[in-house]
């Protein structure tokens, strides 16, 4: 599950922001690390610029299945 995290963690966006991709029910999760999110009806982006707290979230998203796969 690391790896995955790891893996998806690898890079930033042009804003120095790590991105992470998941499901909407995640909003309550989500919004209690702090991160800056939008909404879309399929997805939720997440952006985040610590990348320990993006992997934090990244491995609670992924045990709960919370992940969208693209």
Do not use: H, T, W
């Amino acid at each position: 599950m690391r790896r995955l995290c790891d893996e998806l963690l690898r890079k930033r966006d042009p804003a120095g922001y790590y991105v992470i991709v998941a499901k909407p029910e995640a909003l309550s999760l989500v919004e209690s690390f702090a991160a800056q999110v939008e909404q879309s009806p399929s997805a939720l982006l997440v952006k985040v610029k610590s990348r320990s707290v993006a992997r934090k979230l990244c491995l609670i998203l992924l045990e709960r299945n919370l992940l969208v796969s693209l």
